[in-house]
């Protein structure tokens, strides 16, 4: 991986608050990339993390399946940057999800928080632990949080999961929000493979409640 495309280097602690506060599940490899890049054997290192972190009692290890998950640089769209999305915009970005999502489930290791590592943040309640059926979301809107540090350091501190929004405007369920230095709040989903008639619903949710939103 080029320097131009590599990920923030995290200190463990960020990542502890990852783990705990910002996201349902984080995998090794996203641990590997966030804090042992530089590593010689980076894989190894995020596994003798992840087994230090249960012994502490901060951490669960699990295992799911999860098509690769992709490298997220740049909205798919973006309310903010563009005029009126057209009829036309809803095709185009439900197929430019899905082509994202063509290679074949894989066996991933991820961790998730424990309640006492939830606790040390403030957390009455926290990101729920992943379905099996939506591992590969839950670890895609990680690596959302985790470009976005990479990219906007100071935007990602607004960055608020969806189990942890307090309320939301009727008929949307945001994957996350992103309360911007002017107030605003910006909510944020990652697409799977959604089909055009998914998508354009959900723009025309967003739309009509006038509010800003992007599509990752």
Not at 21 to 30: E, F, H, I, N, Y
Request: hydrophobic letters at 45%; glycine letters at 6%; zero cysteines.
């Amino acid at each position: 991986m080029s320097d131009n495309n590599r990920l923030r280097y995290f200190a463990l602690d960020d990542l502890r608050e990852v783990v705990a506060a910002k996201a349902r599940a984080v995998s090794l490899d996203q641990i590997a990339d966030v804090l042992y890049a530089n590593a010689s054997n980076p894989q190894r290192a995020a596994r003798q993390l992840a087994a230090r972190e249960v012994t502490r009692g901060d951490w669960i290890i699990a295992r799911g399946l999860s098509r690769p998950v992709p490298r997220l640089t740049v909205p798919l769209y973006s309310s903010s940057r563009a005029g009126g999305a057209n009829m036309a915009v809803p095709g185009r970005v439900s197929y430019q999800a899905r082509k994202r999502w063509k290679a074949s489930p894989r066996s991933v290791v991820y961790v998730v928080a424990t309640p006492r590592s939830r606790a040390q943040y403030g957390l009455e309640r926290a990101p729920r632990q992943p379905r099996s059926a939506e591992v590969a979301h839950d670890l895609a809107v990680t690596a959302l949080y985790l470009g976005l540090v990479s990219q906007d350091a100071l935007r990602a501190k607004g960055w608020i999961h969806e189990d942890l929004l307090e309320t939301t405007p009727a008929g949307i369920r945001p994957d996350a929000a992103i309360v911007e230095r002017n107030g605003e709040m910006t909510y944020l989903d990652f697409l799977g493979a959604y089909g055009p008639v998914k998508v354009a619903s959900m723009f025309a949710r967003y739309q009509a409640l006038g509010v800003r939103f992007e599509f990752w």
